[in-house]
């Protein structure tokens, strides 16, 4: 009898310890948070807008991703691969919020002074930065300065986006103007650039964020709003037109 008892006692342990085991399992596969995929836009008939974030990651990027996840909007982060590595965590969390992590070379440096080959290493580099920090590799380059052509095109091989909508945040430095273009200059289908190195950007980027609900548009990712279009690789789009995207001049 007391043999029995035991050997019932040992089996219900053996039950528990496979059920705890069974359970961590299940806990381990719930853990890996997995990137939030494009949404299906149309965005011919939703007043889309793409905001980007270009020269990142830094030290106010964080602050910019707490603000898009209040607001319930999404972003586009035209980052340097050499930001990348002092900010693992920060470039992780972008695809799991829905951002778009996006290539915008490694060393910011002029593309048409480069070679083909040094081109190609600086977004080689950096598509490898992105992907190893957040498990998803970049689908578009936006070239330093806009400053391409066909050589680079080329040599980048990814569709370059440029942008619609110039904040010259990095020239003015302040949250009021900041405000007054990111609000009230975008139009329906455009891109509008700003720099999440600088502190009254990420300052304004709450307020920006009203406005433009206030204004009635939704905002999505690049990929977001061309979804659908066909983006050569090399080519320059600026925008989502009427016609479909607005090629660079
Ligand atoms: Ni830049």
Redesign the pocket.
């Given at each position: 009898m007391a043999v029995l008892a035991a050997a019932g006692c040992t089996g219900q342990v053996d039950e528990r310890r496979a059920g705890a085991a069974r359970q961590q399992v299940a806990l381990k596969k719930k853990a890996v948070p997995k990137p939030l995929p494009p949404r299906r836009m149309d965005c011919a008939a939703v007043k889309c807008l793409a905001l980007t974030f270009?020269?990142g990651p830094g030290e106010y990027t964080a602050r910019v991703l707490d603000d898009l996840r209040k607001a319930g909007a999404r972003a586009t982060f035209?980052m340097l691969g050499q930001n990348v590595g002092s900010h693992p965590d920060v470039v992780r969390r972008m695809p799991l919020e829905g951002h778009e992590v996006a290539n915008?070379s490694w060393s910011?440096a002029d593309m048409t002074g480069l070679s083909s080959g040094a081109v190609r290493s600086e977004v080689r580099r950096t598509q490898e930065a992105i992907k190893r920090a957040s498990g998803v590799a970049p689908t578009s380059f936006?070239p330093?300065?806009g400053s391409t052509d066909a050589r680079v095109g080329k040599a980048v091989g990814m569709p370059q986006i440029l942008w619609s909508v110039d904040s010259l945040d990095w020239l003015h430095r302040n949250v009021r103007k900041n405000v007054r273009a990111g609000v009230s200059e975008p139009e329906k289908g455009g891109v509008v650039l700003f720099?999440d190195i600088h502190k009254p950007t990420v300052t304004a980027v709450p307020e920006i964020l009203a406005g433009l609900k206030k204004r009635g548009f939704t905002l999505v990712t690049v990929t977001e709003l061309f979804q659908g279009q066909r983006l050569d690789p090399g080519g320059r789009y600026t925008e989502l037109g009427e016609k479909g995207p607005t090629v660079a001049q």
């Open positions: 270009d020269d035209y915008h910011h936006r330093p300065y720099h």
